[in-house]
C-alpha cells in the first residue's frame, strides 16, 4: 500500500523521490517477487525446471524441460521476509532508513565535536551515476567530490572503494584456487565445493542467509566486499597507524561510505563488522542519491566547483600515469578477474578478450576456457532473482548430469548489476531514457584505465603490498588474512538487525 504523506516524513528524502507505490521499476525488481515451495526436486530428467519472467504479463513462470508451464503465486513481502534488495522500501523498513539515512547524517554533522575525525568511501559506481547526471569524466567527478566533501561539507579523509577492492580480489582469487585444487584432487564421492558463489552483494547474501541451507550457504565465498574491508582498515590500520599517534580516541572516528544500492546500509550493521570496543566499522552508508542530496543541502554545484588533486595513499591509481584504475566488470569484476587467474596459474594460459554466451537472458551469461578440446573451467554471471533461483536450483539437482557445473558465479540480486543499484540516480524520463543513462553510466565507469594484469600480490600496485606487509603481516590466504579479510555466513530464520538502533 501506499505510504501516507504524515508517515513520510520520516523518511530519507532519497526514499521518497524513489516514488513509492505498488509498482516497482525495472532498475529495482525486487529479487523474491514470487513464492517458492521447498519440494525436493526429483531426480528424473523431465523434471528440470526454470524460472522465467514474462515482461508483457509482468508474470513469473516455472518451466519444466517437458515444456509444461506454471504460473506462479506472487507474494507479499513483510520486515521479517524482507530480503533487503533495494526493491520494496516501505515503511517496515523504518529503523533501517532512520539510522541509515541522510537525515541522521546531517544531525550527526551538525553535533559533531572537535574531536572527531570524519572519513567518507566513494564507490566507483556512485562516482559513474554522479558523472553521467553533471556531465563529468570520471577523474573530473572525483575530484570535485573531494572538493565539495572536505572543503564545504567538512569531511577529514575521501577513499576510493576500488582500492579495498584489491585486497577483495586477490583473497577472492586464493579462495577460488584453493577450493579448485582440492576438487582436481578430490576423489568422486567427495562433497561438492564449487561453484564458489561471490559475495559482494548484500542483498544476495541476506537471501541466501534466510531462505537456503548449508548446501548453498556453504558455497559462498567468505572474502570480505571492498566495503567491509575499507571498514576493517579506517578502523584497525588507519587508525593505529594515522589517528592514534594524534591522541584521537577510536570512539571519535566516523566512517561513512557512498554506495550503488540500499542493500549496503544492512551489510554495514552486521555483527561480524564490529571494532574492538563494539562499534561498527562503518557508522553509515549513504547512497548516491542521498550523496547528491548532501550536496544540494549544502548549495553545492558540484560542476562549478575546482578539483581536488587525488594523491590519498588510499586512492586506486595506476603508478606510472597517475590516472584512476578499475577492473572490467561493472560490479566488482570478480568472474573476470578470477578466470583469468585460474587459466594463467592452474593451466599456464594467458587469457586475452573473454568471449561471453548469452543464456536465456542478457543477465545470465557464461564464459569458460577449454583445453585440448576439454572444458576445464567454466564461469558465469547471475544477475537478478530469476537468474539466482535458476542458478540454485541447478546446484541443488539431485541428478548429476543435470547438476550445476560451473565451478563460480558472480551472483548479484539487482538485474545489470550494480550499476543499477537502487540507490542510483534515477534517471529524468524527460531528458533521457533510462536503459540510455544506465548505458552511459556504464561507459563512464569502464572508461578508466583497465588493469586485468593483477594475479597476485606482486603484481599489485604498491599500496596494496605495503597494505599486506604492514596491516594484515603476511601472505594473500593467510591465517591473518582470513582474520582481517573474511567472514563468516550461516542459514537464519531471522535477520539480525539490532546494530540499526545503536547509536553512534
Same mark, same amino acid.
Not at 192 to 203: D, F, I, W
Given at each position: 500500500?501506499?505510504?501516507?504523506?504524515?508517515?513520510?516524513?520520516?523518511?530519507?528524502?532519497?526514499?521518497?523521490?524513489?516514488?513509492?507505490?505498488?509498482?516497482?521499476?525495472?532498475?529495482?525488481?525486487?529479487?523474491?517477487?514470487?513464492?517458492?515451495?521447498?519440494?525436493?526436486?526429483?531426480?528424473?530428467?523431465?523434471?528440470?525446471?526454470?524460472?522465467?519472467?514474462?515482461?508483457?504479463?509482468?508474470?513469473?513462470?516455472?518451466?519444466?524441460?517437458?515444456?509444461?508451464?506454471?504460473?506462479?503465486?506472487?507474494?507479499?513481502?513483510?520486515?521479517?521476509?524482507?530480503?533487503?534488495?533495494?526493491?520494496?522500501?516501505?515503511?517496515?523498513?523504518?529503523?533501517?532508513?532512520?539510522?541509515?539515512?541522510?537525515?541522521?547524517?546531517?544531525?550527526?554533522?551538525?553535533?559533531?565535536?572537535?574531536?572527531?575525525?570524519?572519513?567518507?568511501?566513494?564507490?566507483?559506481?556512485?562516482?559513474?551515476?554522479?558523472?553521467?547526471?553533471?556531465?563529468?569524466?570520471?577523474?573530473?567527478?572525483?575530484?570535485?567530490?573531494?572538493?565539495?566533501?572536505?572543503?564545504?561539507?567538512?569531511?577529514?579523509?575521501?577513499?576510493?572503494?576500488?582500492?579495498?577492492?584489491?585486497?577483495?580480489?586477490?583473497?577472492? =582469487?586464493?579462495?577460488?584456487?584453493?577450493?579448485?585444487?582440492?576438487?582436481?584432487?578430490?576423489?568422486?564421492?567427495?562433497?561438492?565445493?564449487?561453484?564458489?558463489?561471490?559475495?559482494?552483494?548484500?542483498?544476495?547474501?541476506?537471501?541466501?542467509?534466510?531462505?537456503?541451507?548449508?548446501?548453498?550457504?556453504?558455497?559462498?565465498?567468505?572474502?570480505?566486499?571492498?566495503?567491509?574491508?575499507?571498514?576493517?582498515?579506517?578502523?584497525?590500520?588507519?587508525?593505529?597507524?594515522?589517528?592514534?599517534?594524534?591522541?584521537?580516541?577510536?570512539?571519535?572516528?566516523?566512517?561513512?561510505?557512498?554506495?550503488?544500492?540500499?542493500?549496503?546500509?544492512?551489510?554495514?550493521?552486521?555483527?561480524?563488522?564490529?571494532?574492538?570496543?563494539?562499534?561498527?566499522?562503518?557508522?553509515?552508508?549513504?547512497?548516491?542519491?542521498?550523496?547528491?542530496?548532501?550536496?544540494?543541502?549544502?548549495?553545492?554545484?558540484?560542476?562549478?566547483?575546482?578539483?581536488?588533486?587525488?594523491?590519498?595513499?588510499?586512492?586506486?591509481?595506476?603508478?606510472?600515469?597517475?590516472?584512476?584504475?578499475?577492473?572490467?566488470?561493472?560490479?566488482?569484476?570478480?568472474?573476470?578477474?578470477?578466470?583469468?587467474?585460474?587459466?594463467?596459474?592452474?593451466?599456464?594460459?594467458?587469457?586475452?578478450?573473454?568471449?561471453?554466451?548469452?543464456?536465456?537472458?542478457?543477465?545470465?551469461?557464461?564464459?569458460?576456457?577449454?583445453?585440448?578440446?576439454?572444458?576445464?573451467?567454466?564461469?558465469?554471471?547471475?544477475?537478478?532473482?530469476?537468474?539466482?533461483?535458476?542458478?540454485?536450483?541447478?546446484?541443488?539437482?539431485?541428478?548429476?548430469?543435470?547438476?550445476?557445473?560451473?565451478?563460480?558465479?558472480?551472483?548479484?540480486?539487482?538485474?545489470?548489476?550494480?550499476?543499477?543499484?537502487?540507490?542510483?540516480?534515477?534517471?529524468?524520463?524527460?531528458?533521457?531514457?533510462?536503459?540510455?543513462?544506465?548505458?552511459?553510466?556504464?561507459?563512464?565507469?569502464?572508461?578508466?584505465?583497465?588493469?586485468?594484469?593483477?594475479?597476485?600480490?606482486?603484481?599489485?600496485?604498491?599500496?596494496?603490498?605495503?597494505?599486506?606487509?604492514?596491516?594484515?603481516?603476511?601472505?594473500?590466504?593467510?591465517?591473518?588474512? =582470513?582474520?582481517?579479510?573474511?567472514?563468516?555466513?550461516?542459514?537464519?530464520?531471522?535477520?539480525?538487525?539490532?546494530?540499526?538502533?545503536?547509536?553512534?
Amino acid at each position: 500500500p501506499l505510504i501516507q504523506s504524515k508517515k513520510m516524513s520520516n523518511f530519507s528524502s532519497a526514499i521518497r523521490i524513489t516514488n513509492l507505490d505498488d509498482f516497482i521499476p525495472q532498475s529495482q525488481s525486487c529479487i523474491k517477487p514470487v513464492k517458492l515451495d521447498n519440494k525436493p526436486i526429483p531426480t528424473s530428467e523431465s523434471s528440470k525446471h526454470t524460472i522465467e519472467f514474462d515482461e508483457q504479463s509482468n508474470t513469473y513462470y516455472e518451466i519444466s524441460l517437458a515444456g509444461e508451464k506454471k504460473e506462479l503465486e506472487k507474494t507479499s513481502i513483510s520486515l521479517s521476509d524482507c530480503l533487503a534488495c533495494s526493491g520494496c522500501i516501505t515503511s517496515a523498513e523504518e529503523v533501517l532508513v532512520n539510522h541509515q539515512s541522510l537525515d541522521r547524517l546531517l544531525k550527526e554533522l551538525k553535533e559533531r565535536s572537535s574531536d572527531e575525525v570524519w572519513i567518507l568511501t566513494l564507490s566507483s559506481q556512485s562516482r559513474a551515476s554522479l558523472a553521467s547526471k553533471y556531465g563529468l569524466n570520471m577523474e573530473q567527478v572525483f575530484g570535485k567530490i573531494m572538493t565539495a566533501l572536505k572543503n564545504v561539507i567538512g569531511f577529514d579523509y575521501v577513499f576510493d572503494a576500488n582500492w579495498a577492492r584489491n585486497f577483495t580480489l586477490l583473497e577472492i =582469487q586464493d579462495e577460488f584456487l584453493k577450493r579448485k585444487q582440492q576438487q582436481l584432487n578430490a576423489p568422486k564421492n567427495a562433497l561438492p565445493n564449487l561453484p564458489l558463489l561471490a559475495s559482494s552483494c548484500p542483498g544476495w547474501i541476506c537471501y541466501a542467509e534466510k531462505t537456503q541451507d548449508e548446501d548453498i550457504v556453504g558455497l559462498i565465498s567468505s572474502t570480505k566486499s571492498p566495503q567491509a574491508v575499507m571498514g576493517s582498515l579506517v578502523k584497525g590500520y588507519f587508525y593505529e597507524k594515522e589517528l592514534k599517534p594524534k591522541g584521537v580516541e577510536l570512539k571519535n572516528v566516523r566512517h561513512i561510505t557512498v554506495m550503488p544500492c540500499f542493500d549496503k546500509k544492512l551489510e554495514a550493521s552486521r555483527g561480524e563488522f564490529k571494532t574492538p570496543i563494539d562499534s561498527q566499522e562503518t557508522d553509515l552508508v549513504l547512497t548516491t542519491t542521498e550523496l547528491d542530496e548532501l550536496f544540494q543541502h549544502h548549495n553545492v554545484h558540484l560542476k562549478e566547483l575546482e578539483e581536488q588533486p587525488l594523491n590519498s595513499s588510499f586512492i586506486d591509481r595506476d603508478e606510472k600515469t597517475g590516472k584512476l584504475r578499475g577492473i572490467a566488470g561493472g560490479s566488482g569484476g570478480y568472474a573476470e578477474s578470477i578466470f583469468r587467474m585460474a587459466a594463467k596459474k592452474l593451466y599456464n594460459v594467458e587469457v586475452g578478450q573473454i568471449e561471453k554466451k548469452q543464456k536465456r537472458n542478457s543477465d545470465f551469461q557464461e564464459f569458460s576456457l577449454k583445453v585440448d578440446g576439454k572444458v576445464v573451467l567454466s564461469f558465469a554471471q547471475a544477475y537478478g532473482f530469476r537468474n539466482i533461483q535458476n542458478i540454485i536450483r541447478k546446484i541443488q539437482h539431485k541428478n548429476p548430469r543435470l547438476r550445476c557445473k560451473y565451478d563460480f558465479v558472480e551472483v548479484m540480486a539487482c538485474p545489470s548489476g550494480c550499476n543499477n543499484g537502487g540507490g542510483q540516480i534515477a534517471a529524468d524520463p524527460e531528458k533521457m531514457n533510462p536503459r540510455k543513462q544506465l548505458e552511459q553510466v556504464e561507459e563512464l565507469y569502464h572508461s578508466v584505465q583497465l588493469d586485468q594484469s593483477m594475479q597476485d600480490v606482486d603484481q599489485a600496485p604498491t599500496s596494496i603490498r605495503e597494505g599486506y606487509q604492514h596491516w594484515v603481516q603476511d601472505s594473500v590466504g593467510s591465517q591473518k588474512s =582470513q582474520g582481517l579479510l573474511h567472514t563468516t555466513y550461516r542459514n537464519k530464520n531471522q535477520m539480525e538487525t539490532p546494530a540499526l538502533r545503536e547509536e553512534w
